[in-house]
């Protein structure tokens, strides 16, 4: 209960936008508790910055998955190039010898 009638400065959670700390919860004049709280890593303004947004929503969780995604997409993408123009190397070979 010291926390509410010592003379340290006050600050509204809701108008600073960089805070950190502990803050009492008090009911009919008793301290009920104490909550720490702070801003979180992310910004969720995906539209303001959302690389930073997708790195920490997706990129934390599905790193592996998305790793090996890639991998067989790009192996799939040589192969289909491969079979496609294989067939007119091999005819291009045989004309011309």
């Known amino acids: 209960m010291e926390m509410l009638t010592d003379g340290t400065e006050k600050i509204s959670i809701f108008q600073q ?4 700390g502990w ?6 004049g008793e301290l009920t508790g104490k909550v720490e709280a702070d801003r979180p890593d992310t910004s969720f ?3 303001v910055n959302p690389f930073k947004c997708f790195f920490h929503l997706v990129w ?8 090996i995604a890639l991998v067989l997409l790009i192996t799939a993408l040589f192969l289909a190039l491969l079979f496609y123009s294989l067939p007119g190397a091999i005819s291009q070979k045989i004309i011309n010898g």
């Open 17 to 20: 936008k960089r805070a950190r």
């Open 23 to 28: 803050w009492p919860f008090c009911k009919s």
């Open 45 to 47: 303004s995906w539209f």
């Open 60 to 67: 934390r969780s599905y790193k592996k998955y998305i790793i």
